[in-house]
């Protein structure tokens, strides 16, 4: 038994769940996630704390769109669970307001309704910033589950997060390293070979390049650089180390910082690949011009990337991937749909778009429940995945049971050939679905719409017509492909 704070009444109250806390709570030792639960009625909200309780996460109830919008200028949110119609603000209005807010602008939100939502509602719930919907009555475990892969991701950000400011203070102390040597430098004077031991024993990879020849390394540039016999870095210039793509960039900024003199502005590169024991590696270089033996020259502390780079392309990787089926999700495609729109308009090529959608999907979740649901969906986009193979296409999850294809550089006809084959091998997957009337198995409706892209305004009229042709194909009996082009919209079933 533990107090929680009621954050409706104002008052404490004795109840059996997790102790409620987020940033603004001192003296109290928190858990992992807090968890928003919005809706006017509480019973319902009693319901959800039950069947999350067990996760041991912090549970904060809201009972209105107003008083979810105050806490969430509060406390960090994970997640949170909205109802869709409640008094003053709905569901979706709140959702928007969340994302405008910068605290809360990347927090996942899972819709609650009483009810099936629309095509129209769900497309209007997506674009408000949902990425998820909830039929009540809901499944206690689907809703756990849901919850756990949200905080998941959440935490595996955190982590990254804490890599990247563990880097970033490294940095500093590259920065503070290099002042060190700027010491080093006025007390050149006093002797060379006290400065050259120094620097050599340093842990830091130091190089000294004068007149595009290296003059001094120490034992940490050798193992970066990876060079088999240390002989052989002597008098070469540095810019062959680096692999040949940023050969000539780092060639010129190093010239730069010698004839401007001063502190040049970090650069990163890639190391050239020696032998076959050396994998490339990231680096960042720190320079400035010193006076080495009466010459001016470059001096350069290196730094290993390599794991940064790796953490940010799997951050940037996580971002773009639908968690649940593994193609892009809905924003990799607003960001690709855009450049190849952009692409394609400068070399007056076409381009298609298919959209999807599963045939009686509210009606599979019912009979087989969600889990299986969510494994129809990943064997649906592998289908998809199978059948637009190019290196070109891509497969994205639109919201819900919805997906997206974009084809670049395909005409009508090309498109309409790919969506027949996709459509063919959905039913040919034969995945049970005794609700789907005469077919007995998963089916999709298919609208395909074609352009050839000329200005920014065109883009969203090949959206509206890709769904007015999937709505079409829903019309005329589900199991088919509808198409729309700019010149000639028509309409042919499989």
Same mark, same amino acid.
């Given at each position: 038994?533990?107090?929680?704070?009621? =954050?409706?009444?104002?008052?404490?109250?004795?109840?059996?769940?997790?102790?409620?806390?987020?940033? +603004?709570?001192?003296?109290?030792?928190?858990?992992?996630?807090?968890?928003?639960?919005?809706?006017?009625?509480? +019973?319902?909200?009693?319901?959800?704390?039950?069947?999350?309780?067990?996760?041991?996460?912090?549970?904060i109830a809201a009972y209105s769109g107003e008083e979810a919008l105050k806490l969430a200028e509060q406390y960090e949110f994970s997640v949170v669970l909205l109802d869709v119609r409640m008094p003053g603000l709905s569901g979706y209005e709140v959702?928007?307001?969340?994302?405008?807010?910068?605290?809360?602008?990347?927090?996942?939100?899972?819709?609650?309704?009483?009810?099936?939502?629309?095509?129209?509602?769900? @497309?209007?719930?997506?674009?408000?910033?949902?990425?998820?919907?909830?039929?009540?009555?809901?499944? &206690?475990?689907?809703?756990?589950?849901?919850?756990?892969? @949200?905080?998941?991701?959440?935490?595996?950000?955190?982590?990254?997060?804490?890599?990247?400011?563990?880097?970033?203070?490294?940095?500093?102390?590259?920065?503070?390293?290099?002042?060190?040597?700027?010491?080093?430098? !006025?007390?050149?004077?006093?002797?060379?070979?006290?400065?050259?031991?120094?620097?050599?024993?340093?842990?830091?990879?130091?190089?000294?390049?004068?007149?595009?020849?290296?003059?001094?390394?120490?034992?940490?540039? =050798?193992?970066?650089l990876g060079s088999v016999e240390e002989s052989a870095m002597c008098g070469r210039p540095f810019h062959t180390f680096v692999d040949e793509a940023d050969r000539e960039r780092v060639k010129v900024w190093m010239e730069e910082i010698a004839r401007?003199?001063?502190?040049?502005?970090?650069?990163?590169?890639?190391?050239?690949?020696?032998?076959?024991?050396?994998?490339?590696?990231?680096?960042?270089?720190?320079?400035?011009?010193?006076?080495?033996?009466?010459?001016?020259?470059?001096?350069?502390?290196?730094?290993?990337?390599?794991?940064?780079?790796?953490?940010?392309?799997?951050?940037?990787?996580?971002?773009?991937?639908?968690?649940?089926?593994? =193609?892009?999700?809905?924003?990799?495609?607003?960001?690709?749909?855009?450049?190849?729109?952009?692409?394609?308009?400068?070399?007056?090529?076409?381009?298609?778009?298919?959209?999807?959608?599963?045939?009686?999907?509210?009606?599979?979740?019912?009979?087989?429940?969600?889990?299986?649901?969510?494994?129809?969906?990943?064997?649906?986009?592998?289908?998809?995945?199978?059948?637009?193979?190019?290196?070109?296409?891509?497969?994205?999850?639109?919201?819900?049971?919805? @997906?997206?294809?974009?084809?670049?550089?395909?005409?009508?006809?090309?498109?309409?050939?790919?969506?027949?084959?996709?459509?063919?091998?959905? !039913?040919?997957a034969n995945v049970r679905h005794e609700g789907n009337g005469e077919y007995g198995v998963v089916t999709i409706s298919c609208g395909v719409a074609t352009q050839y892209p000329s200005d920014d305004t065109a883009l969203p009229r090949l959206l509206?017509?890709?769904?007015?042709?999937?709505?079409?194909?829903?019309?005329?009996?589900?199991?088919?492909? +509808?198409?729309?082009?700019?010149?000639? &919209?028509?309409?042919? +079933?499989?």
């Amino acid at each position: 038994m533990c107090y929680s704070r009621d =954050v409706r009444k104002g008052q404490d109250t004795c109840t059996r769940l997790p102790i409620r806390i987020g940033r +603004s709570l001192k003296g109290l030792v928190p858990v992992k996630h807090n968890i928003l639960l919005v809706d006017d009625i509480r +019973s319902n909200v009693k319901l959800l704390e039950r069947i999350l309780e067990d996760l041991g996460h912090n549970l904060i109830a809201a009972y209105s769109g107003e008083e979810a919008l105050k806490l969430a200028e509060q406390y960090e949110f994970s997640v949170v669970l909205l109802d869709v119609r409640m008094p003053g603000l709905s569901g979706y209005e709140v959702a928007q307001r969340l994302r405008d807010m910068d605290a809360s602008r990347h927090v996942p939100v899972i819709f609650v309704t009483a009810q099936a939502a629309g095509e129209a509602e769900v @497309f209007d719930g997506y674009c408000a910033g949902g990425v998820d919907y909830l039929v009540k009555p809901i499944e &206690p475990s689907i809703v756990r589950r849901k919850v756990q892969v @949200f905080c998941e991701l959440q935490a595996k950000e955190k982590q990254i997060q804490a890599q990247l400011c563990r880097i970033e203070e490294q940095k500093v102390q590259l920065e503070q390293q290099l002042d060190e040597m700027r010491v080093i430098e !006025e007390a050149q004077m006093e002797g060379e070979m006290r400065y050259r031991s120094l620097v050599s024993l340093s842990p830091q990879a130091i190089v000294v390049e004068v007149n595009g020849e290296l003059v001094f390394y120490n034992a940490s540039a =050798v193992q970066m650089l990876g060079s088999v016999e240390e002989s052989a870095m002597c008098g070469r210039p540095f810019h062959t180390f680096v692999d040949e793509a940023d050969r000539e960039r780092v060639k010129v900024w190093m010239e730069e910082i010698a004839r401007r003199g001063g502190r040049g502005e970090p650069l990163e590169c890639l190391l050239q690949r020696h032998g076959a024991d050396f994998a490339h590696r990231h680096i960042e270089m720190h320079a400035c011009c010193i006076l080495y033996n009466d010459d001016v020259g470059v001096q350069m502390a290196i730094q290993d990337i390599t794991e940064h780079k790796l953490l940010e392309d799997k951050l940037r990787h996580l971002s773009r991937v639908d968690g649940l089926t593994g =193609v892009w999700n809905r924003r990799c495609f607003d960001e690709q749909v855009k450049n190849e729109w952009a692409r394609l308009a400068r070399n007056g090529r076409p381009l298609s778009l298919l959209m999807i959608d599963l045939d009686e999907f509210k009606c599979f979740n019912d009979t087989y429940g969600h889990l299986e649901g969510d494994a129809c969906l990943r064997t649906v986009a592998d289908v998809m995945k199978t059948i637009c193979g190019r290196p070109a296409d891509m497969v994205a999850r639109y919201g819900g049971e919805e @997906f997206i294809i974009i084809l670049p550089d395909t005409d009508a006809a090309g498109a309409r050939h790919i969506a027949a084959n996709l459509v063919r091998a959905v !039913e040919g997957a034969n995945v049970r679905h005794e609700g789907n009337g005469e077919y007995g198995v998963v089916t999709i409706s298919c609208g395909v719409a074609t352009q050839y892209p000329s200005d920014d305004t065109a883009l969203p009229r090949l959206l509206q017509a890709v769904d007015k042709a999937l709505y079409r194909s829903k019309q005329d009996g589900r199991n088919c492909v +509808s198409t729309y082009t700019e010149e000639q &919209p028509g309409t042919a +079933s499989t």
